[in-house]
């Protein structure tokens, strides 16, 4: 029943829990030294399994292509190391010594680990590997369509932590995950972070939940192939990116803009690299598959080949065809075209001029990607840095493939599988979500500035020193009278002495 599928769910999920809280008090004694002991096993094993995870994944979702998915778990393992491998999160991280102040980093506790089915394995090592850096313990709900392979590489990862020394339970998941689990994992008392990477509504839950959370947006990004660019290669990595893992990641290029002044020259060059483009009555076979719902993506087309795809719309294309082009002029949730497509189908718009194309580009993302992802094909630099100041979104890769440039596997950016979409997409970062992420900071801070404090006015600071300046007027009049009495030669006249103390009486209460 699903019913008692759920409660299987919940009571799994909160047994994983209580052993991470457990595991994680014990490993946020570690050292530095043993923290990336642990770390550098853990990145070596995955790295190895990067190849029949690869495997299991594409068998389990029928999802992307073998080859690249194991490119991606290579990404989300060693690379990600290699990010992260010097950063410094345990005790001391930082010192000022100007300014006398230490920073120490400490653990958020057990973090939330929401994977999706489209880069399961490698979203799994990836957030397994930042959260052991940073002395945190991981429960993960994976994607139910990707239970088995999710599974799999988070128990290479467990493994390989316990042999290098990790206390065991720092990584735990859900092997029957229902919504009901995941929605618990996400407001349990003993969870401190939560890294929803999946769909929108997931994220909202992740972020209503009332405990800090890193979550991402869609990214429909759109490509601009400017008039300065080398159209030949801007084609052939276009192509390259789209079919990538059959354009299962996020940052993937989903339209093309195109210069109209090497409009013609695109064309060719895509068709050269496999594009197929559709005419019009074909165009609307294709607009009923990627979208039977306006508005909502079939998720039926999602990571599979451009031949499936085109033959789910009874449309014959040629043996060597990659990805599937039509050109669209309309922008629009209920444009098909237009929307998001994590399958290697382009939309393709013409523009006057780079204005114009600002303009489309900045629609597209309107619709469903902003804050997330742009790419640029451009040999004018002021053009790349225009776009960069004016693009609402956290990365603009130029002259490169959007979908690998983004995660750090072509450009200088972190390498990471859950890349922030800033306050443009409603995220609290644009970063390339890494370890630092995962630690907060505190401070130890020493006085190096004196500072005189002002005495408070008004009638409390009047009282205050009339008082003093009584007091001294009356120690002035006794040290008088003291001296007069000492000075005497006779005997002291105790009438001379009362005399003298009234005096004083007198004199005081007159102040």
């Known amino acids: 029943m699903d019913f008692d599928r759920d409660l299987q769910s919940i009571q799994e999920m909160r047994t994983a829990v209580q052993r991470a809280k457990t595991a994680q008090k014990t490993y946020s004694r570690y050292t530095q030294e043993q923290v990336d002991k642990i770390v550098k096993h853990v990145a070596n094993v995955a790295y190895k399994e990067a190849g029949s995870l690869a495997q299991l994944a594409v068998e389990e979702t029928g999802m992307g292509v073998v080859e690249h998915k194991k490119i991606k778990n290579e990404v989300g393992s060693w690379d990600v190391y290699e990010t992260i491998k010097d950063e410094k999160t345990v005790g001391v991280i930082r010192e000022d010594r100007a300014n006398k102040v230490k920073e120490i980093a400490y653990p958020f506790g057990v973090i939330a680990g929401i994977i999706p089915t489209t880069n399961p394995t490698s979203t799994a090592i990836f957030k397994t590997l930042i959260s052991l850096k940073t002395r945190n313990a991981i429960v993960v709900s994976p994607h139910p369509r990707a239970v088995k392979c999710t599974i799999e590489a988070l128990k290479i990862c467990s493994q390989a932590a316990v042999e290098a020394g990790a206390p065991d339970g720092l990584v735990g998941w859900i092997s029957k995950p229902t919504m009901g689990a995941t929605n618990e994992l996400m407001h349990h008392n003993d969870i401190n972070l939560i890294l929803a990477t999946g769909g929108g509504g997931l994220v909202k839950a992740a972020y209503s939940s009332g405990k800090p959370a890193y979550g991402v947006g869609p990214g429909n990004v759109p ?46 060059e895509l068709k050269n690299n496999g594009a197929y483009f559709v005419n019009a009555s074909e165009k609307a076979k294709l607009e009923d598959i990627i979208s039977p719902i306006r508005g909502k993506l079939n998720p039926d087309i999602v990571g599979k080949p451009a031949k499936v795809i085109a033959s789910m719309a009874g449309i014959e294309v040629p043996e060597d ?124 801070a020493y006085g190096i500035k004196d500072v005189n404090i002002p005495q408070p006015k008004g009638n409390s600071g009047q009282e205050s020193s009339s008082s003093a300046a009584k007091q001294d007027n009356v120690e002035e009049i006794v040290s008088e009278v003291m001296k007069n009495v000492n000075t005497t030669d006779n005997a002291v006249d105790p009438n001379m002495v009362s005399a003298l103390v009234q005096d004083v009486l007198k004199k005081y209460q007159n102040q």
């Open 321 to 444: 065809t990659r990805l599937l082009i039509a050109e669209e002029d309309k922008i629009a949730k209920d444009v098909p075209f237009s929307i998001e497509k994590l399958a290697p189908i382009f939309a393709l718009y013409t523009a006057r001029d780079a204005d114009e194309a600002k303009e489309l580009c900045i629609k597209l993302l309107d619709l469903g990607g902003r804050g997330h992802s742009f790419s640029i094909h451009t040999n004018d630099d002021k053009v790349a840095d225009m776009y960069g100041e004016e693009m609402p979104v956290s990365r603009v890769m130029v002259n490169t493939l959007a979908s690998v440039g983004a995660v750090g596997g072509t450009t200088g950016l972190e390498a990471s599988m859950t890349l922030g979409c800033g306050s443009y997409g409603g995220n609290i970062t644009g970063d390339n979500i890494s370890a630092r992420h995962l630690i907060n900071i505190k401070r130890l």
């Open 223 to 268: 490509v601009y192939i400017e008039k300065t660019a080398n159209v030949k290669q801007a084609a052939k990595m276009i192509v390259d990116s789209k079919t990538f893992d059959n354009g299962t990641i996020c940052a993937t290029e989903q339209s093309i803009v195109v210069d109209q002044n090497v409009k013609e020259m695109s064309v060719r």
